[in-house]
Structures are given as structure tokens and as C-alpha cells.
């Protein structure tokens, strides 16, 4: 893989203008015309090598790309087959039945609306916090006649990813050379984490006339259908997981208009750094911008463990990470804090610009 360097978003806002950004992300839409799409191998890591390498990649991935693909895991194939089954036959059931788990606060089952401020997607999904007594009430409200199996699934899940995560994130702390060097896991390890477990469903598509019309073709005149639009994710570390089905896209690091696709591998999983890390790396890893598209002839299915600091968290730049030549780039604020703004805003905002110390109105950037 040849090095790239990755260019930091500019600086865009600041809490006192988060209304202006709000309206100006709320009425942007990316031409898909624009787009093009870069085929590349993305980075990956394989847990069975030497700690000392598997480390350095890790550094050079998160900082390059914030994302990569984890191989020999070590994650027990039953835990993934389990979920999976669970995951399938959740989202087989009547809508009336799954509804039983919704609407999302954001919590739950949801169909198609995303967030609580108008952004949509063509699939269903399940949103759970992964606080064991959280996981079996959720369930419950299904109204199964034995919620035991599909808790079993999700809390066994759960903990394979907080402990795959944190190792991870270890390997991280090594390889930035942190006096603590697990500083970034005792937040995911800590009982009153705020981590998160998402399962999507894509649906299949087979297209329709009046969809033909309306939905724009990209470059390879395939119908670009977004499932789960583009974002950051808001937490420390995100692990996912998905069936043989194409879809997930993420952002390439240089330039906003290329899009990478991401093969599918059930083997495997895909890691990528969220807003949180990004913060208290002082941007030395990359929150990347994804996506999932949703066009293909078979339902998609993944699962998503989102690993997160507790709410009163704060979360700050470690000093480590602020030197003269990378100066602090964010000020601090509490996770609490960070979820309130997110949640105010659209999926596809910057928000952690709002939180960078160097902001300049004119750096504010319009995208028509
Ligand atoms: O389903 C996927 O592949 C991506 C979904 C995603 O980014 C999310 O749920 O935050």
C-alpha cells in the first residue's frame, strides 16, 4: 500500500454557530453525478502476527485510512453464527411484531428514519445499548415466548467485541507510545460505558420503473440506492460485521467526492475510528466517512458493535498527542455533551469540527 498522507476536514464551526452549520447540513444534498469510486485494497491486520507489528500497522492504518479489515480474530464462530440467526429471524417477523421494539428514542426498532431529524435509508434496524438488563428488556418487549436465545446472542456478542475492541485499542495505546496504554480501553471497560450494538437490515431491491426514473446512476450506470447514508461514527471504535452482501463505501481520505467500496468477508471484520478517538488522538486517527448502499439482489445484513466512554467521560486531546507541531485541536467536552449535539443534528455533519479550537467562520465549507 503506498503511504498517503490524510488531510484534515477544515475547520468548520463552533458551538455559538452550531445553528448556521445545522440549516446549511440540513439543506445539502451531494450531486451523485459528482461521485466517482476508487477500487483499492484497504489495509489489513491479522491478529495472529507479532504484537509489535500488528501494532505498527494498526497506528498507520487509523492515521491513513481510519479504517481497516481484521483477520484470525479469534472471535468464536458460533458467537457470529448466533447473531446472525437471531438478527435473521428478528427482521423475518411481521412489521407489527418488530414495531413491538420500536420506535427508536434512539433505542430500538426503526424502519427507514434514522436520528430524529429527517435523514432516511432503505433498511430496519435494531439499536441496542449493550448494558446486559438494557439487552433483555428490549427483547422482552418482543413478546417472544423464550427472549432467552436472542439475549444469549447479543450479550455473548457483546462481550466478544468489548474484549476485541479493547484489545485493539491497547494496541493502539502501544503504538502511540501512551504512558497509560490503556487509556483508550478502560472507558470501553468501564460499567457505566455508554457502547452500543446496531443490527441493519438492507433489504433486497429488484428496482422499479418509477424508482429507474428517479433514482440517479453512478458512473457504472448501476442504481445508486443509499441504505445508510454518510456519516461519522460518533464513538471511539466501531467493529463491523456483515453477511456476503456488498455495501459498505468508505470516504477516501484526500478528497470527498471518491468513495471506496468495501468487499464483503463474513470471515472477517471491518474497524473503523469514530469522532471520540479522533478527538483524544488530537486528529492523529482519522474518523472516517461511510456509508452502506443498498441495491443489491440479496438482503444485507451486519451488525455493528459501537465501543463508547461512559457519559461523563471527558474526552480531551492527551497530552501525548499535543505537541509544536501538532498543537491542541479540540477542546474538551463531556461524551454527554458530544451525544446532545449529534443528536441535534443531521447524519451527515461534521460534527467534531464544531469542537475544534481553531475555528474560522469562513472555513465553513458549502457544498452544493
Ligand atoms: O451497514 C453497514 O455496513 C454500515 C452501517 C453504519 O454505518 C451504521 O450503522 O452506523
Given at each position: 500500500m503506498p503511504p498517503r498522507l490524510v488531510s484534515l476536514q477544515p475547520a468548520i464551526s463552533s458551538s455559538s454557530s452550531t445553528l448556521l452549520y445545522k440549516d446549511m447540513v440540513a439543506n445539502h444534498f451531494m450531486p451523485e453525478n459528482k461521485e466517482s469510486f476508487v477500487h483499492l485494497d484497504l489495509p489489513v491486520i491479522d491478529l495472529s502476527w507479532k504484537r509489535e507489528r500488528a501494532r505498527k500497522l494498526i497506528v498507520r492504518a487509523f492515521k491513513e485510512f481510519g479504517f481497516f479489515k481484521l483477520i484470525?480474530?479469534?472471535?468464536?464462530k458460533d458467537i457470529i453464527y448466533n447473531i446472525e440467526k437471531e438478527s435473521k429471524e428478528f427482521f423475518s417477523l411481521p412489521a407489527s411484531e418488530k414495531q413491538k421494539a420500536g420506535?427508536?428514542?434512539?433505542?430500538g426498532y426503526g424502519s427507514?428514519?434514522?436520528?430524529?431529524?429527517?435523514d432516511t435509508g432503505e433498511l430496519e434496524y435494531l439499536l441496542f445499548h449493550t448494558n446486559p438488563s438494557s439487552i433483555y428488556q428490549r427483547v422482552r418487549t418482543l413478546n417472544r415466548e423464550d427472549p432467552r436465545n436472542f439475549c444469549c446472542a447479543v450479550n455473548n456478542y457483546v462481550e466478544a467485541m468489548k474484549e476485541l475492541a479493547c484489545e485493539i485499542l491497547d494496541m493502539l495505546g502501544e503504538g502511540l507510545g501512551l504512558?497509560?496504554?490503556?487509556t483508550f480501553s478502560k472507558l470501553v471497560r468501564d460499567e457505566d460505558s455508554d457502547s452500543l450494538v446496531r443490527l441493519n437490515h438492507y433489504p433486497p431491491y429488484y428496482g422499479n420503473s418509477e424508482d429507474r426514473l428517479s433514482i440517479s446512476k453512478n458512473k457504472d450506470d448501476k442504481v445508486a440506492r443509499v441504505g445508510f447514508g454518510e456519516h461519522s461514527d460518533p464513538q471511539m471504535l466501531t467493529i463491523l460485521r456483515s453477511n456476503d452482501v456488498e455495501g459498505l463505501q468508505i470516504q477516501s481520505p484526500t478528497n470527498d467526492r471518491v468513495w471506496i467500496p468495501v468487499k464483503s468477508d463474513p470471515s472477517a471484520f471491518f474497524v473503523n475510528v469514530g469522532d471520540a478517538l479522533q478527538a483524544m488522538t488530537n486528529g492523529r486517527c482519522l474518523s472516517v466517512r461511510h456509508r452502506a448502499m443498498a441495491n443489491t439482489r440479496r438482503s444485507r445484513l451486519s451488525t455493528m458493535f459501537f465501543a463508547a466512554p461512559p457519559l461523563h467521560a471527558c474526552i480531551s486531546p492527551l497530552p501525548e498527542m499535543?505537541?509544536?507541531?501538532?498543537?491542541?485541536?479540540y477542546r474538551s467536552f463531556t461524551w454527554d455533551e458530544y451525544k446532545k449535539i449529534m443528536y441535534s443534528?443531521?447524519?451527515?455533519?461534521?460534527?467534531?469540527n464544531l469542537f475544534q479550537?481553531?475555528?474560522?467562520?469562513?472555513?465553513?465549507k458549502v457544498i452544493s
Open positions: 484470525n480474530h479469534g472471535v468464536s420506535p427508536p428514542n434512539p433505542i427507514k428514519k434514522i436520528g430524529f431529524n429527517g504512558d497509560d496504554k490503556r499535543v505537541t509544536l507541531e501538532n498543537p491542541q485541536k443534528l443531521r447524519l451527515a455533519s461534521n460534527r467534531l479550537l481553531d475555528y474560522k467562520e469562513e472555513n465553513i
